[in-house]
């Protein structure tokens, strides 16, 4: 066991994500942002998951603790549940913390302030357990937080209320549905340098009013972030497109009132000064700023993600205080249901009687109930259409029975937001912000239907909007036939670099991803040669990165299957990366030098590679992906495959019926001994540039020969048409994933009628491509049926 796992601190930068089950996944996202990413985080410690059970077994309490959760009959019953969780709360909050214990937190604390250059800094103390805000459940918001504390026996004493708010009724009755057992949770602290912030906020690296993966949303407000959580502010909005990074929505809400800190410690609520109140709480440059931030930790992540930011009132620095997996979206994006995907709504059908911000896409309709107090909520019936001031903690069990949700505070990311798309009910929050308030037009009694996509309430039952859709979109006031394409007996496959185009391309009629490059991994979030990082001691940055940008690409994907590339730069361009240079020789014809195949096995790279097979390993056994494939780039010699292969099946990657091995098809020795490659891989894909390069001997990087360069030659037709047939008499597929097909229709008609498995191309032929496939099979089938037959133009004959 190591000092790790037996300690009750670790600080920030000892932390990476993997460690949730040593802290939390708040604590280990902070210590994963400040030991791994160039972001603004504040810096300090977190007490252990070991911490909070040695001081749960050191009390007694973990009996007792059992006892009161085992007495709750009915956890629909708000009363008894509180009353247990209120009794445990206490148990835990009067128990006196072992001395070690406290001595460690105490310990911590002197030496933060000592690195800090600080006596009695002030912190700000976050709940993290160790179930909480993972990819498929969000307990975010469940535990307490403390803000401005100082001193050393504050801090103990809030990380001992940390660990009471493990049992609020929220979180107790959020983990018993979704059956997290309540014993294997538990509870770290983590206790960051204070951020005073004279503005804070929310944001969603994924829109998520209707979960548009190319936009990021931005919720500001005046003071400490408690307010934009509770739903007391709302906030200003900020929508940006991630591509061009510019702000494309601005909605900018007058705001009263603030959540400060006081110079002695502690908060108080206080009114904005009267000329902010109209006033953007964050410049439009500051907005871009946190928008990058958002952007950089997606990627690294590589999954939508929930951030919290604070701007600070000395510095006017932003600073990062939280992330984590958003936990809706990245569900709910691959198996939208029929609700999200409504047809437009015509509102001339209908009377709107309110607008609010759409918080959680959907439409419903039903009786509306108006509750003022979360006292009255055991009167809330099934199917209702709940309208609130805004909701808190105490409404979930209202909130799960009601078709629809409407408040008259709150942003895009309050607690009726979040707790609405995690429910997937359809909610419109801050209806006082648009026109009116919700509860002074909507009565209890009243029917209506709310269009959560669009952020509008309609008076009565509007039932033309409730139909589901049947094979066509409606699109201002017109039906338009659907688009379809023709199956094909040739797949047709996309070639695919930037996992951020992943979702943006995943709905085109692909039947996988033919070839995904992983240069620009490298290049994109890596940055640094991965010699470089081994002796840094860093391989993991390059397995973890690697891993969430191909997951992003086989998420988005699934169930298609996706082949990934290995690693096929040149010397010359991994120079280019940091600490290049040490590694790396200088070769007068790259092209045709240490690339591919002959790095993989080499002494001085084999531990590099192993790093991109781990990398793979993680994303099918870890992430549970097993739609991804892999293919070996430019391998010279059939040794070279055999030595290839081998490396991959002790370091645990052996070919089977559900992970396939390919070998790039690029140089006349693939062509030419296809018969005994085949022994050592599944199938081949061509690279028909370097294959005509190599076949003319025509660099097809020199300007003063391209024009000899050209794929369509008889020769580089004559070598594929006998791989295909080669590969095919051991039940090998061929594949092709050069340009050739995207620039040339005739050639994929000739690699059609040569009996090709599958063509991948470029993403902005997919459609033309798949439309010319299916006429030029079905031109083969009439030949075949009126008996003329293939008439090939040339002799393809080897």
Excluded at 456 to 465: D, H, L, W
Excluded at 569 to 575: G, L, P, Q
Excluded at 764 to 773: A, H, I, L, Y
Aim: proline share 4%; hydrophobic share 40%; net charge negative.
């Amino acid at each position: 066991m190591s000092s790790r796992d037996t300690a009750n601190v670790l600080w920030f930068d000892e932390l990476h994500r993997e460690d949730v089950n040593l802290v939390g996944g708040k604590s280990s996202s902070l210590g994963e942002m400040t030991s791994s990413m160039d972001v603004p985080v504040p810096y300090g410690f977190a007490t252990t998951a070991r911490a909070y059970q040695y001081f749960m077994t050191q009390t007694g309490l973990n009996d007792k603790v059992n006892d009161l959760l085992a007495s709750i009959q009915d956890y629909e019953n708000s009363d008894e549940l509180h009353t247990a969780c209120e009794q445990i709360r206490n148990l835990i909050v009067n128990a006196t913390m072992p001395a070690d214990l406290a001595a460690d937190i105490e310990q911590a604390y002197a030496d933060l302030a000592k690195k800090m250059g600080q006596t009695d800094p002030f912190v700000a103390i976050r709940s993290s357990a160790t179930a909480e805000d993972l990819p498929n459940a969000s307990f975010a918001g469940q535990q307490e937080s403390y803000l401005n504390i100082k001193g050393a026996a504050d801090v103990v004493n809030r990380v001992q209320q940390c660990y009471s708010s493990l049992f609020t009724d929220r979180a107790t009755y959020y983990r018993h549905k979704q059956h997290f057992p309540h014993e294997k949770v538990a509870l770290s602290a983590a206790i960051q340098m204070m951020v005073f912030s004279k503005a804070s906020g929310i944001m969603f690296s994924v829109n998520v009013a209707d979960g548009d993966a190319s936009k990021i949303v931005i919720d500001a407000i005046y003071g400490l972030g408690e307010y934009i959580v509770l739903g007391k502010v709302t906030p200003d909005h900020f929508v940006i497109d991630k591509q061009s990074m510019k702000i494309v929505e601005k909605n900018i809400i007058k705001q009263p009132v603030q959540l400060m800190r006081l110079p002695g410690g502690g908060t108080k609520e206080e009114s904005v000064p009267d000329e902010l109140q109209g006033q953007p709480v964050l410049t439009d440059a500051q907005v871009i700023e946190l928008a990058g931030y958002a952007k950089e930790i997606e990627r690294h992540y590589g999954c939508y993600m929930d951030m919290e930011y604070a701007l600070d009132t000395n510095t006017n620095r932003l600073w990062i205080v939280q992330a984590r997996p958003e936990t809706v979206w990245s569900q709910r994006n691959k198996h939208k249901d029929a609700a999200d995907d409504e047809d437009v709504v015509d509102e001339a059908d209908a009377k709107v009687i309110v607008r609010g911000l759409p918080a959680s896409p959907g439409l419903a309709s039903g009786v509306v109930h108006v509750i003022d107090n979360p006292k009255d909520i055991d009167q809330f019936k099934q199917g209702e259409v709940l309208v609130t001031l805004m909701t808190s903690p105490d409404w979930v069990p209202a909130m799960k029975k009601a078709a629809a949700i409407v408040t008259n505070n709150g942003g895009m990311t309050c607690h009726a937001a979040i707790v609405s798309r995690e429910m997937q009910i359809p909610c419109i929050v801050g209806t006082k912000s648009k026109e009116v308030a919700a509860t002074d037009v909507l009565k209890t009694g009243d029917v209506v239907t709310v269009d959560a996509k669009n952020g509008v309430v309609y008076q009565g039952k509007v039932a033309s909007m409730l139909k589901p859709k049947s094979g066509a979109t409606a699109v201002a006031g017109q039906v338009v036939a659907a688009e379809s394409f023709a199956p094909t007996a040739t797949g047709v496959m996309m070639n695919l670099g930037d996992p951020d185009l992943a979702d943006k391309y995943s709905s085109l009629p692909a039947d996988g991803i033919g070839l995904m490059r992983e240069e620009f991994l490298w290049t994109t979030f890596i940055h640094e040669h991965p010699l470089y990082l081994i002796e840094q001691g860093h391989p993991e940055k390059v397995v973890n990165m690697l891993a969430d940008g191909i997951a992003k690409v086989v998420r988005a994907m699934a169930p298609r299957p996706v082949v990934l590339r290995f690693s096929d730069f040149k010397s010359s361009e991994y120079r280019n990366l940091k600490g290049g240079d040490k590694y790396e020789p200088h070769e007068p014809a790259d092209l045709l030098g240490w690339r591919g195949a002959s790095r993989y096995y080499d002494s001085k790279y084999i531990e590099a590679f192993k790093l991109e097979l781990a990398a793979v390993k993680k994303v099918r056994n870890e992430f549970g992906l097993k739609n991804l494939n892999v293919m070996i780039p430019f391998v010279r010699t059939v040794d070279e495959a055999q030595k290839v292969t081998t490396i991959m099946r002790d370091e645990g990657l052996a070919r089977s019926a559900d992970f396939k091995v390919y070998m790039m098809a690029e140089i006349p020795t693939n062509i030419i001994l296809a018969d005994q490659f085949n022994q050592f891989v599944d199938g081949y894909s061509i690279g028909s540039n370097d294959l005509a390069m190599l076949i003319l001997g025509c660099d097809r990087n020199n300007d003063t020969v391209a024009h000899l360069f050209d794929e369509r030659n008889l020769a580089v037709k004559r070598a594929i048409r006998h791989l295909i047939k080669t590969a095919h008499k051991d039940g090998k597929t061929v594949s092709i994933c050069g340009q050739a097909p995207s620039e040339y229709p005739e050639f994929t008609n000739f690699l059609i009628q040569s009996g090709i498995d599958y063509v991948s191309v470029n993403p902005d032929m997919v459609k033309e491509t798949k439309r010319n496939v299916a006429h030029f099979e079905q031109r083969i089938m009439l030949d075949k049926a009126t008996g003329r037959g293939l008439q090939d133009p040339i002799d393809y004959k080897w």
